[in-house]
């Protein structure tokens, strides 16, 4: 058997990965090669990390809407000023989390992509 990368092959590269087993057989199946294995290792650790960031992020947001709050409650003055802060840091997070999405959806059109060209490469 015959073992291509089908993203390799969606690219229009050489494709040849290695022979498999059984060894007499002429059929073809896919696999991925280490480039592309790195590429889609890299988008899986830009999201870990994201989300690792998010959550530090996340700590620090209500930290100060906590402080926030304290000060709202104490200090009447101020409020319009915190309200404003926490809309601003709320702004920070959904910032963030589009960030994260879009990784996400270029990670799900690579797989995709390789999905279909492994099932055409099946027919």
């Known amino acids: 058997m015959i073992v291509e990368c089908a993203w390799c092959a969606r690219e229009g590269l050489p ?21 592309h294995e790195a590429e889609v290792m890299n988008l899986l650790h830009d999201m870990n990390r994201m989300k690792v ?24 003055q101020h409020q319009q000023e915190a309200m404003n802060q926490m809309l601003a840091d709320m702004d920070c997070i959904i910032a963030g989390l589009e ?18 060209t492994v099932r055409e490469g099946d027919e």
Request: proline content about 2%; hydrophobic content about 30%; aromatic content about 8%.
């Open 53 to 76: 960031e998010q959550r530090a992020q996340m700590r620090e947001v209500m930290r100060k809407q906590k402080e926030i709050m304290e000060t709202m409650m104490y200090d009447h």
């Open 15 to 35: 494709t040849f990965l290695r022979y498999g087993e059984p060894l007499d057989s002429n059929e073809i199946s896919h696999g991925i090669c280490d480039r």
């Open 99 to 116: 960030s994260r999405h879009a990784i996400t959806e270029r990670l799900r059109a690579l797989f995709n992509n390789w999905s279909r």
